[in-house]
């Protein structure tokens, strides 16, 4: 019987300023324990998490400090549209408890 391979989770950060930074950038990276805490922290800092394997799978041969190639900036772009759309739907349903 073959034994399905199991694959470590991995989780990458990225951060953006577009004051500072001329692409989104890796933040953090991890695999295994580490990317647990990278998610856990930021679940508890109250940032949106996506998971998209390939797209980290791309992301992890990265190093830290590294702006994304421009490849794959569409592909960001979108997560990152995404992120701004939670903020958003957020942000109102705390208008609503209000």
Same mark, same amino acid.
């Given at each position: /019987?073959?034994?399905? %391979? @199991? $694959?470590?989770?991995?989780?990458?950060?990225?951060?953006?300023?577009?004051? !500072?930074?001329?692409?989104? %950038?890796?933040?953090?990276?991890?695999?295994?324990?580490? *990317? !647990?805490?990278?998610? !856990?922290?930021?679940?508890?800092?109250?940032?949106?998490?996506? @998971?998209? &394997?390939?797209?980290? &799978?791309?992301?992890?041969?990265?190093?830290?400090?590294?702006?994304?190639?421009?490849?794959?900036?569409?592909?960001? *772009?979108?997560?990152?549209?995404?992120?701004?759309?939670? &903020? $958003?739907? %957020?942000? %109102? /349903?705390?208008?609503?408890?209000?």
């Amino acid at each position: /019987m073959e034994e399905k %391979k @199991r $694959k470590l989770k991995q989780a990458i950060a990225l951060g953006y300023d577009p004051n !500072e930074d001329g692409a989104p %950038k890796v933040i953090a990276s991890g695999t295994g324990l580490l *990317a !647990e805490k990278i998610i !856990e922290k930021a679940k508890e800092v109250d940032v949106p998490v996506h @998971r998209d &394997d390939k797209l980290a &799978d791309t992301l992890s041969k990265l190093e830290i400090g590294d702006m994304i190639p421009p490849e794959l900036y569409e592909v960001v *772009a979108e997560i990152l549209v995404f992120v701004d759309q939670m &903020d $958003k739907i %957020k942000a %109102k /349903m705390g208008d609503r408890r209000s």
